[in-house]
């Protein structure tokens, strides 16, 4: 079966074609691989980098210019396949950038008779750890973390979830990317910041780690940026003048590790209490090789398996959206495929 997975809920165009071993999604097997024929991002960090963060009027604008040259070029590079199955995000993100990519999959299936399906996000960012050869193996604890969202969810098998915990405020990558700016990095902080952390010294700043011993699974780091501002103030780190950088380098390792050590920590936590047979890392924040190599070594203690998304597959795809559709156990009937709309607030578990 081969799927398009369009993929536009915040500033990256992503089409991609998956081809997934069984023929239809009514014969769904639970150990099915998934293989990228084609994989097309569309990036606008230069649109939104003057504004430092993204403009979602803006995102839908580029989403509506790139994403018919995103298609033409994900069905030349695989060969043009014959598409069995569209898939496409239906939310959550930012409404104007989900209505370009919604109406788009919508008319593609009237017009070439295709079925369709909308993919949660985040079931998206879950999902691409099934792009890869490794088997994985029921309950899994996953740790989301990507701009919009940071979420500890439980999967006892494909599409049945349990929400432990998730932030109360900030999502980590949106600290990444409001910390950058406090230190005048620029936009999407995340990259910047860990680039900046390679040179830094992770201990140079006291910084505090929020909720790191409360009894439950929820995050917050809006204090932690908070932080970060007070002493970026009063001149501990001076963004100006700083040369040759040092103290930028060693508030952006500082922060780096505060936020990991959370991370973390609330994990191995959940691990420990919930007994997974595989922690899987996803999202945006788990491009961060720190975090990656932290969580890995921190999960090998406990001997359970630990399962990551490659580098380029963490950020925002379409071939992530595509996965999760292969895993669906039916369609809605043929005559209500087109009746779904965007839904920014779009939950996965109710
Ligand atoms: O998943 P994603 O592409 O979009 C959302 O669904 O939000 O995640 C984007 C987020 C941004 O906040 C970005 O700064 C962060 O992921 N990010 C990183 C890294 N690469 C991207 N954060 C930390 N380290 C990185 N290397
Ligand atoms: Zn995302």
Redesign the pocket.
Known sequence: MIILGIET????TGIALVECDPPSPRLWRAKQKCRILSNVISSQIKIHAPFGGVVPNLAARAHLKNIEPCLKETLKQAGNPKIDLIAVTQGP?LIPALLVGVNFAKALAYNWNLPIIGIN??EG?IYANWLNDSEIEFPVLCLV?????TQLILMKNHGRYELLGETRDD???????KV?KLLGLG?????????HALEGNASAFDLPRPMINSKDFDFSFSGLKTAVLYKVRHFEVRPQNAEPFQHINDMAASF?QA?IDVLVKKTIKAAKQHQPKTIIL??????????RKQMEKAVKDLEIKFQMPD?KL????GAMIAAVAAYKKKLAPERDQLLFSANANLKLVA
Not at 145 to 149: A, D, K, M
Not at 171 to 177: L, S
Not at 187 to 195: A, E, F, Q, R
Not at 314 to 317: E, G, K, L, P, Q
């Open positions: 809920s915040c500033d990256d993100g996000h985040i960012h973390v990507s701009g919009g969202h999502a980590a990558g949106e600290a990444f990317d950058a936009y999407p902080g995340g990259p910047l910041i860990s680039k780096q936020t996803s999202g945006g924040v788990a491009a961060n090789s720190e975090l580098i963490c950020t925002d795809n």
